[in-house]
């Protein structure tokens, strides 16, 4: 605006200036030739009192004038009788001339014209004598010639001109600026310098108020809108923040536009949020970098599962019209997944597992319905065999139904109890089971309350201490602690047993896994007591190690919290 101020002004005033010089030497020149012309006549005038001696009239003109005056005398017949400049007797008849016709008719005339004897532009001034007629003429100047004159006093002036036009042209334009910009500096729309925002805006010029006034309104009411999208915003930053979902909003580029934290730490925990940052690197992950660049562009809605770093994600893609772009939402499921596939894994097993008992049942029942058995001998051989695989379905059925009732359990039911009682319970109740083989039970601990299932932790002592008596060799030990700490209890039970490998350190908690097959199936079991012992550990939110060694006992400890 102020480069257009002083424009305007410096074309306006060099306008002006122009114009003026034009006039100016315009009058200049009109009042020359007036001067001229009139220095001539009061000569002409003068020249009546001398004029019986012309030529001394002419050698005193031409000692006191800086310029020559033409002198002739003409007679009323227009012969030329004298001049001072050009031999007269060559020269043509005057008595057309406007001047002596002039002269003749009214006593005086002239003219102003250009002069072949002269060859410059002349002016002319006639008077009639009483024997004939005097005339005087002198050459001007042109107007051009008076304009080329003064062209170095105009440069001069125009150059005092354009400086003094700059100068104030600068100081009026700042003037005119500066309460515009006084009134725009007064509110800032996005506050970012954090100043405090005028309540009102004001001028101190009444023209611009009503403008300033029309601000204001506009302006509270883009700080009203501004504040709602912020707020909008904010709102919707903390809930994207806080899922526990991933999302990904992309650019019709597949550049990210928005990633929330939960994203992040599920593809790259390292990625930095950063504009125009290509989704490639955010993750590399094969199938989700195939759908996103492949699949997308056939579907616009895509669903799958994948595996992320060892994790399964539901992943649900979105190519939205409304923004020209995807919308990636990652859903966590490992733990369904996981589910799944313990559910198969479990069907199968028991499947496994009550087909066995089934068929020898159902084996030896044939046997008895068709009559081949008749010794008393093989009748009680065989009903034996009936009666164990029938208790050992029995014992599988049981677990089953313990196990799926512990899984299920979602309210959990804690009351105070003494951890040393369950202990003792279950080794009063295996005391007799462990003498058989003759093995030895020593029991360390003293009163120890925590708050807990106290039927579940009858069956985990129970599970274990049974597990060391079946997997212990002939006059092993078994050792039962119970030791205190400030925020819970650790329970131990420690064998001199056959042990276990590192590699089924990690498996023994599955549903149905056995270490050695053919050594579970001699003394019997399901496989499905440390499964339920460790769902016994994850209800009382405890913890469970595992120390073996191959021939030398196994010892395990769980953390049960107090509180």
């Given at each position: 605006m102020q480069k257009k101020i002083y424009r305007g002004t410096i074309f306006i005033v060099m306008t002006s200036m122009i114009i003026f010089s034009i006039i100016f030497e315009y009058m200049g020149y009109l009042q020359y030739r007036n001067e001229c012309q009139n220095e001539l006549k009061s000569l002409a005038h003068t020249i009546?009192?001398?004029?019986?001696?012309?030529?001394?009239?002419?050698?005193?003109?031409?000692?006191?004038?800086?310029?020559?005056?033409?002198?002739?005398?003409?007679?009323?017949?227009?012969?030329?009788?004298?001049?001072?400049?050009?031999?007269?007797?060559?020269?043509?008849?005057?008595?057309?001339?406007?001047?002596?016709?002039?002269?003749?008719?009214?006593?005086?005339?002239?003219?102003?014209?250009?002069?072949?004897?002269?060859?410059?532009?002349?002016?002319?001034?006639?008077?009639?004598?009483?024997?004939?007629?005097?005339?005087?003429?002198?050459?001007?100047?042109?107007?051009?010639?008076?304009?080329?004159?003064?062209?170095?006093?105009?440069?001069?002036?125009?150059?005092?001109?354009?400086?003094?036009?700059?100068?104030?042209?600068?100081?009026?334009?700042?003037?005119?600026?500066?309460?515009?910009?006084?009134?725009?500096?007064?509110?800032?729309?996005?506050?970012?310098?954090?100043?405090?925002?005028?309540?009102?805006?004001?001028?101190?010029?009444?023209?611009?108020?009503?403008?300033?006034?029309?601000?204001?309104?506009?302006?509270?009411r883009t700080r009203k809108y501004i504040q709602n999208i912020k707020e909008q915003k904010d709102r919707i930053r903390l809930i994207t923040d806080n899922m526990v979902e991933g999302m990904i909003i992309l650019d019709e580029?597949?550049?990210?536009?928005?990633?929330?934290?939960?994203?992040?730490?599920?593809?790259?925990?390292?990625?930095?949020?950063?504009?125009?940052?290509?989704?490639?690197?955010?993750?590399?992950?094969?199938?989700?970098?195939?759908?996103?660049?492949?699949?997308?562009?056939?579907?616009?809605?895509?669903?799958?599962?994948?595996?992320?770093?060892?994790?399964?994600?539901?992943?649900?893609?979105?190519?939205?019209?409304?923004?020209?772009?995807?919308?990636?939402?990652?859903v966590d499921v490992t733990e369904t997944v996981k589910a799944e596939a313990v559910r198969r894994d479990f069907s199968a097993n028991v499947s496994h597992e009550l087909k066995t008992p089934l068929t020898t049942i159902k084996g030896f029942g044939e046997l008895f319905e068709n009559g081949l058995l008749v010794n008393i001998e093989d009748i009680k051989k065989y009903g034996g065999m009936i009666e164990r695989e029938s208790e050992r379905l029995l014992f599988l059925i049981n677990d089953i139904i313990r196990l799926s009732e512990i899984e299920e359990k979602s309210e959990k039911i804690l009351s105070p109890i003494n951890l040393y009682d369950c202990a003792e319970y279950a080794i009063n109740l295996l005391k007799q089971k462990a003498s058989t083989k003759d093995i030895s039970i020593t029991f360390n601990g003293t009163d120890t309350i925590v708050n807990g299932h106290e039927g579940y932790m009858n069956e985990l002592f129970i599970n274990l201490i049974d597990n060391a008596i079946k997997y212990n060799n002939g006059g092993g030990s078994i050792t039962v602690s119970l030791l205190e700490h400030e925020q819970f209890v650790t329970i131990c039970i420690e064998d001199t047993g056959i042990g276990i490998s590192p590699q089924d350190c990690e498996r023994i908690f599955e549903r149905f896994y056995r270490v050695d097959k053919s050594h579970s199936k001699k003394i019997g079991g399901t496989g499905l007591g440390l499964s339920i012992v460790k769902h016994i550990v994850n209800y009382h939110n405890g913890q469970i190690h595992v120390e073996s060694e191959l021939g030398k006992g196994t010892k395990l400890s769980i953390d049960i919290p107090k509180e």
């Open positions: 009546l009192i001398y004029q019986d001696d012309l030529d001394t009239i002419d050698t005193d003109l031409k000692s006191v004038l800086d310029y020559d005056v033409r002198i002739t005398f003409i007679d009323f017949d227009g012969t030329v009788l004298y001049d001072n400049t050009t031999d007269y007797s060559t020269m043509e008849n005057h008595y057309d001339r406007k001047e002596f016709y002039e002269a003749i008719q009214y006593g005086v005339g002239e003219d102003a014209r250009y002069s072949q004897s002269l060859g410059d532009n002349t002016y002319y001034y006639a008077i009639k004598l009483d024997n004939g007629v005097i005339r005087l003429s002198r050459t001007m100047d042109s107007i051009l010639t008076v304009f080329m004159k003064g062209i170095p006093l105009i440069i001069l002036l125009f150059g005092i001109m354009v400086i003094t036009v700059t100068i104030f042209s600068m100081s009026l334009s700042e003037k005119i600026v500066k309460p515009i910009d006084t009134l725009i500096s007064q509110f800032d729309i996005f506050n970012q310098h954090d100043e405090q925002v005028p309540k009102n805006i004001v001028t101190e010029y009444s023209e611009l108020q009503p403008i300033a006034e029309t601000i204001q309104k506009l302006l509270d580029n597949n550049d990210i536009l928005s990633v929330n934290k939960s994203a992040i730490s599920i593809l790259n925990p390292d990625f930095k949020i950063k504009e125009n940052r290509m989704f490639l690197e955010l993750t590399r992950n094969k199938t989700l970098v195939s759908i996103i660049y492949d699949d997308i562009d056939r579907e616009k809605n895509v669903t799958e599962i994948i595996d992320i770093n060892d994790n399964y994600y539901r992943v649900y893609i979105n190519k939205a019209e409304n923004i020209n772009g995807t919308i990636i939402l990652l």
